[in-house]
């Protein structure tokens, strides 16, 4: 059974730093696209930042240059680091994986985390 499981939210004061990780667990063949979403209270889910098998990233505008995606194919795992954090930051992060590939499905799916809250204050 795949899952998702993230860390490293929480509270920090603008200007600060916080480092999100989300582990991929369960018997994994292969993972290509993993990304980091948010979701602020009223509004939509967005797209933070992405990363492909190769390790081309991709930010959304607001966080480019402050936010860095990383992942550690050994321990199936990305990586969100935060810097110069602002309010606007605060929301739910997601993690997701694009296409995972494990011995039982070979076609691969995608997979969601559940969420790690990030508070931001001023």
């Known amino acids: 059974q795949v899952q998702l499981v993230e860390s490293g939210g929480g509270l920090a004061q603008a200007g600060g730093s916080l480092r999100l990780s989300c582990e991929v667990s369960?018997?994994?063949?292969?993972?290509?696209?993993m990304g980091w979403y948010r979701q602020a209270p009223g509004k939509q889910r967005e797209l933070v930042a992405i990363?492909?098998?190769?390790?081309?990233?991709n930010y959304k505008s607001s966080v480019e240059g402050r936010f860095t995606i990383s992942r550690d194919h050994s321990k199936n795992t990305v990586y969100l680091q935060m810097n110069n954090l602002e309010p606007e930051d605060t929301a739910v992060y997601f993690c997701?994986?694009?296409?995972?590939?494990?011995?039982?499905?070979?076609?691969?799916?995608?997979?969601w985390g559940t969420g790690t809250l990030v508070t931001v204050s001023s």
């Open positions: 369960g018997s994994i063949t292969s993972i290509s696209g």
């Open positions: 997701h994986a694009r296409h995972v590939v494990t011995p039982g499905n070979s076609s691969g799916m995608a997979y």
């Open positions: 990363i492909s098998s190769g390790g081309y990233a």
